[in-house]
């Protein structure tokens, strides 16, 4: 799509600074060439029959697609990654149905194959009572800002150094869930912790019920009695917060913030952000300035 995607953001290194960072000799160690997030991204397609000597990582978060590679073919769905080696022909493109929802970097350097051994089939990354997902955008999203900012040396070195974590925190997965292990003693905890976890989805109440094993009334009759507020009204609020902390903390556009906190229609998200906050975005973002 040459047009690209609405509420799409990428990075693409120019040369010179792929050369600085291929001279530097803490981030030879591991940089990126290019990142970005394709949200919902149809019609995306990329074929590869001259191997590229970068490795590709792809996260998908909502909808699925399809790669192959060393001809075979393979299925991804949400909440699976898996990383393309270097040097090695490839397609990969979404799900003509069903397009995916997609963080994605090309990256390498000294010990990029290390992070990349074993990665080639599509690996979990599902929402669960100690998942951290939120926290793993969180580090992306440092990544990505850094480089959008400035690529002198210092920031070339951070963002190298948070490419080190945020891999590890798909390598070593569980050694990562481990860390912070949370315990959710009542459903409403729980329940709010996996909307935590999936505030870039779209979840419907048969979602929400499903996971906290009850059916869609009795979930939410359990959760209006502890919270005073329907389960998909607490969803969006939580949508909203976090959208009122990307318009204060970042210069995404309004409409790629609406993609990230997992609305399609920015006008609906527009009229949400104003009938929770009494402003629209644009005029909160302004307030905050």
């Known amino acids: 799509m ?14 010179m600074t792929i050369e600085t960072e291929r001279q530097d000799p803490l981030v030879s160690s591991l940089y990126i060439t290019d990142i970005g997030y394709y949200p ?10 001259e191997p590229i000597g970068e490795y590709v990582l792809i996260y998908c978060i909502e909808g699925q697609g399809w790669y192959e590679v060393r001809d075979r073919r393979y299925e991804v769905r949400a909440n ?5 080696p270097a040097n090695e022909a490839h397609t990969y493109a979404a799900d003509s149905r069903q397009p995916w929802t997609i963080y994605w970097i090309h990256f390498t350097g000294d010990h990029a ?5 074993g990665l080639l089939t599509p690996h979990d990354i599902r929402p669960a009572l100690n998942s951290r997902i939120s926290e793993r955008q969180h580090v992306f999203e440092e990544i990505f800002s850094t480089l959008e900012h400035s690529t002198d040396r210092e920031s070339l070195r951070y963002a190298s150094s948070l490419l080190h974590y945020y891999l ?24 709010r912790h996996y909307m935590q976890e999936n505030l870039e989805r779209r ?22 009695q502890q919270t005073g507020e329907s389960p998909l009204n607490h969803f969006n609020r939580m949508k ?10 970042t210069d995404m556009r309004i409409n790629q913030i609406c993609h990230k906190v997992g609305f399609d229609d920015s006008y609906y998200f527009s009229r949400l952000f104003k009938q929770l906050m009494g402003l629209s975005p644009k005029h909160y973002r302004a307030s905050c300035q």
Do not use: W
Request: charged share 25%; glycine share 4%; proline share 3%.
């Open 2 to 15: 040459k047009e690209g995607f609405t509420g799409e953001r990428s990075i693409v290194l120019p040369p």
């Open 40 to 49: 919902h991204a149809d019609g995306h397609r990329r074929e590869r029959r």
């Open 80 to 84: 699976q990654f898996f990383i393309l």
């Open 113 to 117: 194959d290390i992070y990349s051994e």
């Open 168 to 191: 590890a925190t798909m390598r070593y997965l569980n050694h990562y869930r481990h860390q912070d292990s949370a315990s959710c003693s009542d459903v409403v905890t729980a329940s």
């Open 203 to 224: 979840l419907t109440i048969d979602d929400l019920a499903r996971f906290a094993g009850y059916s869609p009334s009795r979930f939410s009759a359990l959760f209006r």
């Open 240 to 249: 909203i917060e976090r959208a009122c902390l990307l318009l204060k903390t």
